[in-house]
């Protein structure tokens, strides 16, 4: 009887088996890096909207404060997005007929919102307060990014669980003064480490509080 | 007599259980045992398996005709599969902005309103909670003098019924779809033809009507149409509480009780905690002076008397179960030895009788003017005067009791009222009816044959919510607002003036009964239910300044110092030899010779109640499936007694699922109503729990399973109104059997001489008192005492409480230090009631999906907390308590430590958390938790893609999906919000600030919670006290929630119940 596996076969499974070995890793590593691309996670991706807004001309180029259209940053778990008339205030005597803003003029017109693509977004099971963040010394771009340098809005970071832990499980290294939240160029000074001790005295997040940062119902309910 | 009651002939079908057996083991038991159903009593092998486990079976395996090896091939490709339902990506959402935002609304942050529900005519005052412009969650507004805070279910599950798909959107005319112009044009030729006869043939059909400005339009219309007529009809009618006024005092007066002034409460067939107008009021009183956690040690003590386990009835101290008619007579026997003007009773009493009233007797007449007797709705007039004569003799009017005037427009006797009408409908004299509310083709009384004559009526026009029965006969059918779309005022039954405001606009064309009246006044231009109401308030100048008081009575619900005026009352002398039909009605009414009495008042001669079987006829089926031939058997001369449905009220509330669902108080049945009967007659006829019966009554007949119910009159059948709807939408149609079939106009609550015949049939009840059972004689999950005992041994529960040994638990002692806040509950068992308003509320607050009648079956019922009835005592009379059960939030959790994906976790607060976005559903963790409070979503039970729902759920809570296991959170959402609010003004979170759901619906400020770190705060103060218990604390698994064991006033004079704190056997 012949045999049934030829002389290659030793090569083929000396290959395979050094194969399998790399490849269980290769295939991990893969699947790591496409979930922490910007495939999937949408991190600087600039998305495409109705009306273009740009917050580098609104924000950098003109100077308005985050809260002018954000306004309930401070008093909700929700930011806030401006209602058509909030464009108004300005649009009805700058850029009346710029074509850009047309859908801006129609919705006044006819009283249907705007639609925009959200561009952070949280999982349905996430419940995120901006509230308590602004007023615990958390700015705008440590979460948003130089939002007055994008000509049109991208996620700047990838919003997962890891991310906000590693703030969650250190707030030192991202607390700021109060007066600093709406800057955007904020960037933690050479000794964060120590003034960032301070302010977390300072806004009262005590042992006790640190530890209820990292309790999974702060933000799943 | 005795003799004539037993059965001549050995009844037929064999029960399922022996009720004999049960009653025997019963006299045997010795201490306090307490059982939760028949099937436990019985240790049915069913039970006793299900007891073992931690679902029964059918519940968590999936055996519907897979074989293993199939089995085995989907295990694999789930496996395969699972990991990839993990790789897809966030989808792309969009953000719709306002053109223009309203002034007070924060996006993201709840508003509140003050506005009112109506139930039965009475407004009860709540404060209804707003997301984003659409209502989601209503709760009693703490400053309304009927709600003070608390919640009825009706209350909480009301939001369901705005968002429900099934409600009538469009007007239509004869069946099909029209416009509201259309019916204008229609409405302006009739208007035309009735102006020449000055509105001869205009009939209004109303409900209890409270409501000044609908009082005023109503009445503006008889100015212009002076001939037209206004008839009111509830089928929840008051007429007996009416006529007993009349009766006693020749006045309308409502009676205004003070439960927490009283020392002694005698209830004649009362359920003055749950169905009476000012039930939530009542029940905080009526708590408070039976509050003894606080380290009082005085309570009330409460008789009652009745035919069928009510939420009252619950409460008593001491209950009598009693034939309704008989309730008369102990009522004359009570009057007579205290000496008011009326004859003793028709006929005598039993000796056990005679010494339960003895012990009342005494308890009265030592705490004169500091008593109450309190008859129910049910009772005719007579009783109602007697309970008035009971009073006026022990000298509480003035000091428990004081009377006012009725807060009702018109009182009127309205099933006089409705008899009225029909007979002018046969006559054809009703050219036009309006029907404004309600469901008259469904609830009249079948003799009147409603239904009939309606279909004659030329043109019919009705206002409601539903395309139900009485739309489907009218010419017209308006779809009618719901109350937190519409502009409205009404009444308190204490005459509160309150305010209805709406949160939304309407969601469909409907309208409100202000409109509709108003469009029959003028119609250009229309005038809006706003306008109505705030022109008929500007007109009574009320006050100075109108725009400013306008907007304070808007903002606070009501107007305060609006109650009706009091009146001081006489029980007339000559009462008693008044006869009901001899006397002048209200001004302007007679009562026609001939017409029904009110009430089939059954005289003392009855017929004993007979029980008599023969052979069932031959069915000609010689298949092999014929049913055994069964022996029917007959009952006669039974006492049936009809009551509203302790969840559907009058049947209105069909169509919503909460309450369908909710188990009701005391039986715990769920999507149904049944028959409900005594253990002894059950006994002796042979019949079971889901046997079908036919009930015949005055020669109409109803069928319906048979519930054997602990506690119910021997005599007595209970049937619940408001099922067996034939028209209300898909949840509600086809369930249960409709009671009002046999109750004719002579019996509105109660008559004798029903008969009861066994069929073949059976159907299937489904009722959660035996689901998540903790059974254990020798556990004492209950643990209950006596004021004597108590005020003795103070220390009397502590003692009973086997110390769990330290050292046993796999935690680490150390792991969790609890030094920031600590949450825990305290629940007082002496306060619950039983009423479920806790239920439903969690139910809103969370997101809490309905499953329907065949996954309540199989135990997958998603209720986060319930309340366990337990029983105690014998078959015939068992004492009742109830003990609400959320999860415990152990410190030592079991749950934690069985999770293979740590989805059952512990936060540094002691919350038991679990996260559902972890989860993966292996229900390790429900196996393990000693109380059985974790619930698995076994199917997608949560509709998410059913477009009128979206905007009902709580935003603040996750909506779970199919797999994954949940349970109560303390609801962590709304500690969450207080934590954010405190860190926001740098300051703690003040005690109180945190309220469940449960606590914050609780009307007998049940449920308390808060942090047990806080110094002073009410929970840590609670669990300080001598009554607190852990349930199953022997277990170590330390519970944040822990119990205030039940206290009773037990009278030394009544010898119906055993000591309750003997050592235990074994």
Same mark, same amino acid.
């Given at each position: 009887m012949a045999q049934i596996f030829g002389k290659s076969s030793n090569s083929i499974f000396r290959v395979s088996l050094v194969s399998a070995f790399f490849g269980f890793f290769a295939f991990w590593g893969l699947v790591y890096l496409i979930y922490w691309s910007s495939y999937t996670t949408a991190q600087g991706v600039p998305r495409e909207q109705e009306v273009p807004f740009s917050h580098q001309h609104h924000v950098?180029? !003109?100077?308005?404060?985050?809260?002018?259209?954000?306004?309930?940053v401070e008093k909700s778990s929700f930011a806030g997005i401006p209602p058509t008339e909030t464009c108004m205030t300005c649009h009805s005597r700058v850029w009346t007929d710029a074509p850009m803003l047309a859908p801006e003029r129609q919705s006044l017109a006819t009283q249907q919102p705007l639609r925009w693509t959200r561009v952070n977004d949280l999982p349905d099971f996430v419940f995120f307060n901006h509230s308590i963040h602004v007023q615990k010394g958390?700015?705008?771009?440590?979460?948003?990014?130089?939002?007055?340098?994008?000509p049109l809005t991208w996620k700047a970071?990838? !919003?997962?669980m890891r991310w906000c832990l590693d703030c969650h499980e250190a707030p030192e290294k991202q607390i700021r003064p109060r007066d600093q939240?709406?800057?955007?160029?904020w960037t933690p000074p050479p000794d964060q480490a120590e003034r960032g001790a301070r302010l977390v005295k300072d806004y009262h997040i005590s042992r006790v509080r640190l530890s209820e940062l990292?309790?999974?119902s702060m933000c799943h309910r | 007599m005795k003799d004539a009651r037993e059965p001549q002939v050995k009844a037929g079908a064999t029960p399922a259980m022996d009720l004999a057996a049960m009653r025997a083991k019963l006299n045997g038991a010795r201490g306090q045992h307490y059982w939760r159903s028949l099937e436990e009593l019985a240790e049915t092998p069913e039970f006793q398996a299900m007891l073992e486990?931690?679902?029964?079976?059918?519940a968590s395996e999936w055996?519907?005709?897979?074989s293993r090896r199939n089995f085995l091939k989907l295990a694999a490709g789930t496996l395969a599969l699972a990991g990839l =339902?993990?790789?897809?990506?966030q989808p792309t959402r969009e953000i719709f902005p306002y053109v223009k935002q309203p002034a007070e609304l924060v996006l993201g942050q709840p508003l509140y309103y003050a506005t009112s529900m109506l139930l039965g005519g009475f407004a009860t005052g709540v404060l209804a909670k707003s997301r984003e412009g659409h209502p989601i969650k209503v709760d009693g507004n703490p400053e309304h003098p009927a709600s003070l805070g608390g919640s009825s279910v009706w209350m909480q599950a009301s939001i369901l019924d705005l968002y429900?798909?099934?409600?009538?959107?469009t007007v239509t005319h004869r069946g099909d779809i029209s416009t509201w112009a259309l019916f204008l044009s229609d409405l302006n030729d009739l208007l035309s033809e009735e102006h020449t006869t000055q509105g001869a043939g205009l009939r209004f059909l109303t409900e209890t009507v409270t409501s000044p400005t609908l009082a005023d339009q109503l009445n503006d219309l008889h100015e212009r149409f002076p001939k037209a007529k206004w008839c009111q009809y509830d089928p929840v009618t008051r007429d007996q509480v009416r006529e007993g006024s009349l009766l006693a005092f020749g006045r309308v007066v409502e009676a205004h009780y003070r439960f927490d002034q009283a020392s002694v409460i005698l209830g004649l067939d009362s359920d003055f905690l749950y169905t009476h107008p000012e039930r939530l009021r009542y029940t905080r009183q009526f708590i408070d002076g039976r509050r003894?956690?606080?380290?009082?040690?005085e309570m009330s003590r409460f008789y009652q008397m009745e035919s069928t386990p009510t939420v009252t009835g619950t409460m008593a101290d001491h209950r009598l179960p009693i034939e309704s008619a008989k309730v008369e007579d102990c009522a004359r026997y009570l009057a007579h030895q205290l000496g008011a003007p009326v004859q003793g009773p028709n006929t005598t009493l039993t000796s056990a009788q005679q010494q339960w009233l003895g012990a009342v007797l005494k308890d009265l007449q030592a705490e004169r003017g500091r008593s109450i007797v309190i008859a129910g709705e049910w009772q005719p007039p007579i009783v109602q005067a007697l309970a008035h004569a009971l009073n006026q003799a022990l000298g509480n009017?003035?000091?428990t009791v004081a009377y006012r005037d009725t807060a009702e427009a018109n009182p009127v006797n309205q099933l006089q009222s409705l008899h009225d009408l029909v007979d002018e409908m046969k006559t054809g004299s009703v050219r036009a009816l309006f029907i404004?509310?309600?469901n008259p083709a469904y609830?009249? &009384?079948?003799?009147?044959?409603f239904h009939q004559h309606l279909a004659k009526v030329k043109r019919s026009i009705h206002l409601g919510m539903n395309l139900d029965e009485t739309a489907a006969l009218s010419t017209w059918h308006i779809p009618q607002n719901h109350y937190l779309e519409s502009w409205g005022d009404a009444r308190a039954f204490d005459g509160t003036v309150s305010f209805q405001q709406p949160l939304?606009?309407?969601?469909?064309?409907t309208k409100s009964a202000y409109e509709l009246l108003g469009a029959m006044v003028q119609q250009q231009p229309t005038r809006s239910d706003y306008e109505i109401v705030r022109d008929y308030w500007q007109k009574q100048?009320?006050? &100075?300044?109108f725009e400013k008081s306008w907007r304070k009575a808007l903002h606070d619900g009501f107007i305060s110092q609006t109650q009706a005026p009091p009146r001081e009352v006489r029980v007339r002398e000559d009462f008693d030899r008044l006869?009901?039909?001899g006397r002048t009605m209200s001004a302007g009414e007679k009562k026609p010779?001939?017409?029904?009495?009110? %009430?089939?008042?059954? =005289?003392?001669k009855q017929a004993p109640v007979q029980i008599s079987s023969t052979p069932a006829p031959v069915s000609?089926? =010689?298949?092999?499936?014929?049913t055994p031939q069964k022996k029917q058997v007959r009952i006669e001369n039974l006492e049936i007694a009809f009551r509203p449905d302790p969840n559907l009220w009058d049947g209105?509330?069909?169509?919503?699922g909460w309450l369908q669902e909710?188990?009701?108080?005391?039986?715990?049945?769920?999507?149904d109503n049944a028959v409900l009967m005594s253990p002894a007659l059950a006994e002796k006829a042979g019949l079971m729990t889901n046997d079908v019966v036919e009930v015949s009554f005055e020669g109409r007949a109803v069928r319906g399973p048979v519930w054997v119910m602990p506690?119910?009159?021997?005599?007595t059948v209970t049937l619940h109104l408001?099922?067996?709807?034939?028209?209300?939408?898909r949840v509600g149609e086809g369930v249960g059997f409709n009671?009002?079939?046999?109750?004719?106009s002579n019996t509105p609550w109660f008559g004798a001489g029903a008969t009861l015949i066994s069929t073949a049939q059976n159907h299937l009840l489904v009722a959660?008192?035996?689901?998540?059972n903790l059974h254990s004689?020798?556990? %004492?999950?209950y643990r209950a005492t006596t004021l004597d005992e108590l005020r003795t041994q103070p220390d009397v529960i502590t003692k009973s409480v086997e110390a769990p040994?330290?050292?046993?638990?796999?935690?680490?002692?150390?792991?969790?230090?609890?030094?920031g806040y600590k949450w825990g509950m305290s629940i007082d068992l002496t306060a619950?009631?039983?009423?479920?308003a806790c239920v439903v509320a969690c139910e809103v607050e969370n997101n809490i999906p309905v499953v329907g009648k065949e996954q309540v079956y199989k135990?997958?019922?998603?209720?986060w907390i319930r309340i366990d009835t337990y029983y105690k005592g014998t078959l015939d009379n068992p004492e009742f308590s109830h003990a609400p059960v959320p999860c415990?939030?152990?410190?030592?959790?079991?749950?934690e430590l069985v999770c293979p994906v740590e989805a059952a976790v512990h936060d540094s607060e002691g919350l038991n958390l679990q996260v559902y976005n972890r989860c993966?559903?292996?229900?390790f963790c429900s196996n393990n938790c &000693?109380?059985?409070?974790r619930r698995f979503n076994?199917?997608?039970?949560?509709?998410?893609?059913?477009?009128?729902f979206k905007p009902m759920?709580? &935003?603040?809570v996750t909506v779970r999906w199919r797999g994954v296991m949940e349970k109560c959170t303390y609801c962590v959402q709304r500690i969450a919000a207080a934590r954010i609010t405190a860190e926001k003004e740098n300051r703690l979170i003040r005690d109180g600030e945190v309220r469940t759901a449960c606590q914050q619906a609780c009307p007998a400020e049940a449920i308390v919670f808060g942090?047990?770190? =806080?110094?002073?705060s009410k929970v840590a103060e609670l669990k300080n006290q001598p009554l607190d218990y852990a349930m199953l604390g022997q277990l170590n698994v330390r519970p944040r929630t822990t119990y205030l064991a039940k206290v009773e006033n037990r009278?030394?004079?009544?010898?119906?119940?055993r000591p309750v704190s003997q050592p235990e056997e074994g």
């Open positions: 950098a180029g !003109l100077g308005l404060d985050c809260r002018y259209c954000h306004t309930s958390i700015g705008c771009s440590t979460c948003h990014g130089q939002v007055d340098q994008m970071h990838s !919003l997962y939240i709406y800057n955007m160029e990292r309790d999974c | 486990r931690e679902f029964p079976a059918g055996w519907d005709g897979v =339902t993990a790789c897809t990506k429900d798909p099934d409600r009538s959107q003894v956690s606080t380290g009082k040690r009017s003035g000091k404004l509310g309600g609830t009249a &009384p079948p003799d009147l044959e939304i606009a309407p969601l469909y064309e100048r009320l006050w &100075p300044e006869t009901p039909t010779a001939g017409a029904p009495a009110t %009430q089939n008042v059954p =005289t003392g000609k089926d =010689t298949s092999l499936f014929a209105r509330f069909a169509n919503n909710c188990p009701k108080p005391v039986n715990k049945l769920t999507w506690g119910q009159a021997e005599n408001g099922y067996g709807r034939s028209r209300v939408g009671a009002y079939l046999v109750r004719t959660t008192q035996t689901h998540h004689p020798d556990r %004492q999950i040994e330290e050292d046993q638990t796999l935690y680490n002692p150390e792991e969790y230090k609890y030094e619950c009631i039983g009423c479920n135990n997958r019922e998603m209720l415990m939030h152990c410190e030592h959790a079991p749950c993966v559903g292996t229900r &000693p109380y059985k409070v076994f199917l997608r039970y949560t509709d998410y893609h059913t477009p009128n759920y709580n &935003p603040e942090d047990l770190n =806080t110094k002073g009278s030394p004079d009544v010898k119906d119940q």
